[in-house]
């Protein structure tokens, strides 16, 4: 499983809770942070790196814990992936899914990055599920880093939360994707700007069901039985992102390896 941060812990998270049988290595690329406004052909070449570096650790199932990779990559992790016989689990077709099946009025809001919004991977996904959505994307190019920073939430924070909500309120949306693995943990300031009656719809719950299904119909996963492990691997400094990726994970982190990635 990788992310650009530790955004893709609030995933893992989910996945430890529906499979705690499995074992994770989980990849935060914390040296490249963010990828929202990276270029996108050097991400491609990052991504594809990544995953050849996880399937060399002996990974059986790859987990794209990150939107714009998602979004912007995931064709290039597929193609490395099945050289070795693994399949993909991406973040963004699971939830444009749930987004699809709960919506009433048919009006479904995404919050992302730039680089996700700009690639219409959200648009495309929700367009397969054969329903009439009205769909409105906003960019939020300061949010996921603000996040990763671990920084106290303020008034300016929820002022900077408010005008990225602005447009999402004047479509009147009644389900907002949150296209970005990191914005769960602001998901009560967006939900109080938002309001009650707006359904929030996070990565987590929608990989950890997909990677469940995709593990049982490869006839991989493990008997229900014992707790399996998690181990970190990040390309930025080790210590930072055992302390802010504690808060996200609600676990202890242990030992975290620094790599290197050649590529981007």
């Not at 996040?147 to 990225?164: C, H, L, N, T």
């Not at 492990?229 to 802010?244: A, I, K, M, N, V």
Request: hydrophobic fraction near 45%.
């Amino acid at each position: 499983m990788f992310d650009s941060g530790v955004g893709g812990l609030t995933v893992l998270h989910e996945c430890l809770v529906s499979l705690p049988q499995e074992d994770f290595l989980y990849l935060g690329d914390t040296d490249w942070f963010p990828y929202g406004t990276r270029e996108p052909a050097r991400l491609r070449e990052r991504i594809a790196a990544i995953a050849e570096l996880l399937l060399g650790r002996g990974a059986k199932l790859l987990v794209i814990a990150c939107n714009t990779a998602t979004a912007i990559g995931e064709d290039v992790a597929c193609a490395v992936a099945a050289e070795g016989g693994v399949e993909v689990v991406p973040v963004v077709e699971p939830q444009a899914e749930i987004a699809a099946a709960i919506t009433v009025s048919g009006r479904v809001g995404v919050l992302a990055t730039p680089n996700t919004v700009e690639s219409g991977a959200y648009r495309r996904a929700l367009e397969v599920e054969g329903r009439a959505l009205e769909v409105t994307e906003v960019e939020a190019p300061k949010l996921a880093p603000f996040i990763q920073q671990g920084s106290p939430f303020d008034e300016g924070v929820m002022a900077m939360a408010r005008a990225y909500c602005e447009p999402l309120k004047r479509a009147d949306v009644d389900t907002l994707i949150l296209g970005c693995t990191h914005y769960p943990v602001v998901a009560p300031m967006l939900q109080r700007i938002l309001g009650r009656d707006v359904r929030l719809v996070s990565g987590g719950h929608a990989v950890a069901a997909a990677v469940q299904r995709t593990l049982e119909r490869a006839e991989l996963a493990r008997p229900s039985a014992g707790e399996g492990t998690y181990d970190f691997l990040c390309t930025g400094d080790t210590d930072s992102f055992r302390e802010l990726g504690t808060r996200f994970l609600q676990m202890p982190l242990g030992e975290v390896e620094r790599v290197e990635i050649q590529a981007g």
